[in-house]
């Protein structure tokens, strides 16, 4: 099938979809992670709808964008009608040298994954009340392809701060993220995210090491958050569900393979998996990678303390 | 079929990283992440340069401490495989 046949009514025509008129005159420009993000082309609705949503991280006072994107319109005609119950959301993505495409139920959009042309999303006439899930999924795989370009990478994780040290717990969809951030939660940890969290190699007094950046993505846990809200990472665990907690270690090759599955959008990409898979090399190389099994009762929070400290 | 002078090559879609000694495979078609231990990444490695399947059990013998023959049959079903799971494909002989 087709790029964008699913949710296009003509996928052949997307290029003068993408080329539609803007929504409006306003633009908001929202920084987090060590870049800013600027949205141009908003109607007035739109853009309090995102300063709504993203709080703080608006209108950063010193960022200068380094993604851009223009934000249209289109016929709600020309996209395919979906029965939504009981679908979870799926995206069309399109991979090309300098530029990768995607469509879902209801938008449309664009990006340079080299982060230099400015991206473009495209949403239906008369549907403000899917404009901000629109924007934030055209806007996670920006954030990711950013990411890839700045050296670093996105993980599907939960992410928590335990005494000002992060823990990056990565894994599927079902794996037991959420409920672990629950746990974390309750017993009074910090929480990054339950879903998407950025890993990045920083240079530090003592060498290289790898820092996690909070993102404004998350599932039942997490929250828009700070604005440059980053911490050391403690400790690298792929989640594995089992009768009784346990730390196991991770062949290199292992924790590769098992973070590149973990790294969305852009681990789908054949044009950045070099760029990728060096990347998630490096972040090997710099901090170990586990296996953390993890039971319905069990209290992860000694072993892990017990674990770093043999590391 | 696979004989001791076939030389094969990774498919388009895949791509590949060496990490310390093992070797992570992508098979971007299936959306699939295959890794490989020491030994059949040094092979992978070999055959993705260009050896032909001779070439690189000679490589391997002289790297590792196994009998020719044995090496040979085992080289041939772990190559096989790989082409059953869609990772290399055959080039096929030049005609004349």
Known sequence: MSFGARFLVEPGRVAALLDGPACGGDEVTIGFADAAYRFTGLSGPQAAAIGRRYGILCDPPREVPVVSARVAHAPAAQFVVIDTRGWTLDLDLDYAPTRVRFASHGFAGAIDPASVEPGVLVVRDGDDESFLGALENFFRVAVAYRHLNAGGVLLHSAGLVDEGAAFVFFGPSGIGKSTLTGRGAKSGRAVLSDELNALRRVQGRDGPRIVVDQLPFAGDFGSVGVRDASFPVQGLFRLRQAATCDVTPLSPGQAVGMMLSCAPFVNGDPHRAGRLLDTLTLVCDTTPVRALSVSLDGDIWPLLRSTNGNA | ?96
């Open chain 2, 1 to 96: 079929m696979i004989d001791s002078s076939t030389t094969l090559r990774p498919r388009d879609d895949v791509r590949f990283r060496l990490v310390g000694t093992e070797c992570v495979i992508i098979r971007q078609d299936a959306d699939e992440v295959l890794g490989l231990n020491e030994v059949g990444s040094r092979l992978f490695a070999l055959i993705a340069s260009g050896k032909p399947i001779d070439g690189a059990i000679d490589v391997l013998v002289a790297e590792f401490d196994v009998e020719r023959e044995t090496l040979a049959d085992d080289v041939t079903a772990f190559l096989q495989a790989l082409v059953a799971a869609g990772v290399i494909e055959i080039i096929p002989a030049a005609q004349p």
